[in-house]
């Protein structure tokens, strides 16, 4: 079995999960990646514009999102890229090279084992399959439409591994990694997972008078007569009058989409991250852009000659002080340090597993084994 992990300045790089690549002291959300675009249209339902980056900012609950996309190749008997690894900075590869990153994979791409304290991770799996682990002797593979929702609470190992399953054909791989923070009430809560699997996410549909009909996913929250299944118990989207919502929406070419306003003092951002062209309210919206979005409007959306996708977050923010440190988010220092020097004496449980960056049988299947035993398998 592998060393544990111990060192701070690894911690803070590797800690990071699916999360990010770099990690540093940050008090408050803002992460100084972009410069914020004021735009303003004529209703003031916009309150800015802001190009994307490997790491997405976001607004209070959230800590921050990541869109991972990589063109996997055919898998070699050990699940790794068939074409081989030569020539990468294996265990910190993040920039793309022949279409696909290993992160900090060195033989299947992916996360080792690493810690977390004091928030959620929320990993939507649009394409390809996600091996997770844990600490806590918990399991799974999921992906395809599936989520997985994790309380790290008071402190979790997990693995998260990009498994290339097929020997016959290429593995691409599409998700998003989203960090949303705890409450102090709540930060040291017991670790949880839970699974949505792809047939438990509702579908809101809505036909446009050209009969143009759009989707959305409604990962968290409700949108008209949907609502999406219960997150965990201890997270801050638990209590409806939060108004967390995660939605991805899917827009033929030419399409029209209106999104009910949230109440006022809600957070809510808007990620455009597929298509050519993109209205909202009148207003072009540039691709791959983040919009911060004045909550008490009805939004009107409007797609191009391509079919948009757009990922929608919101929520009551905490207000909260915020204090990152890698893998850790707690509301002070003394709290990081804390962090530090229990996961140093405890390891947060060990590590049950053979190897750090666990993947299970090329033939198990989705399938999800809870901490205290429970098992769920999926079909395909």
Not at 234 to 247: F, L, M, P, Y
Request: hydrophobic residues 35%.
């Amino acid at each position: 079995m592998s060393e544990p992990i111990a060192r701070r300045g690894f911690l803070s790089r590797l800690g990071i999960g699916l999360g990010a690549a770099l990690a540093a002291p940050v008090q408050g959300l803002a992460n100084g990646l972009h410069q914020l675009s004021q735009t303003k249209n004529t209703m003031n339902s916009i309150r800015g514009i802001r190009p994307l980056g490997f790491q997405w900012e976001t607004q209070d609950p959230f800590l921050f999102c990541v869109h991972h996309e990589d063109k996997f190749p055919k898998g070699n008997a050990e699940m790794g890229p068939a074409t081989g690894t030569q020539g990468r900075p294996l265990g910190d590869d993040f920039i793309i090279k022949d279409g696909f990153r290993m992160y900090h994979g060195k033989k299947v791409p992916g996360f080792p084992g690493h810690p977390h304290r004091g928030f959620e991770t929320i990993t939507v799996v649009r394409e390809g399959l996600v091996d997770h682990a844990d600490s806590l002797g918990a399991a799974g593979r999921y992906g395809n439409g599936d989520v997985q929702w994790m309380t790290a609470g008071k402190g979790v190992q997990h693995s998260e591994m990009f498994p290339l399953i097929s020997q016959e054909k290429a593995n691409p791989m599409e998700l998003f990694q989203i960090w949303l923070n705890l409450p102090k009430k709540n930060k040291m809560a017991e670790p949880h997972f839970k699974m949505l699997w792809s047939d438990t996410i509702p579908n809101y549909k809505h036909t446009d008078a050209n009969h143009k009909t759009s989707v959305v996913e409604v990962i968290a929250g409700a949108l008209g007569k949907m609502h999406a299944p219960s997150p965990p118990p201890d997270s801050w989207a638990a209590q409806a009058s939060n108004e967390v919502a995660i939605w991805n929406i899917h827009m033929p070419a030419g399409a029209v989409l209106n999104l009910p306003k949230a109440s006022v003092g809600i957070n809510r951002t808007l990620y455009y991250y597929e298509g050519s062209t993109l209205k909202l309210l009148g207003t072009a919206i540039p691709k791959y852009s983040a919009v911060d979005l004045e909550p008490n409007h009805e939004l009107v959306l409007e797609s191009g000659e391509e079919e948009a996708r757009i990922l929608v977050l919101q929520g009551r923010p905490i207000g909260e002080p915020v204090i990152q440190y890698g893998p850790f988010v707690m509301n002070t220092k003394e709290e990081i340090n804390q962090a530090f020097e229990d996961y140093h004496k405890t390891q947060f449980g060990g590590w049950p597993w053979p190897r750090y960056d666990q993947v299970h049988d090329r033939n198990v299947g989705r399938f999800a084994k809870h901490a205290d035993g429970r098992m769920e398998k999926k079909i395909g």
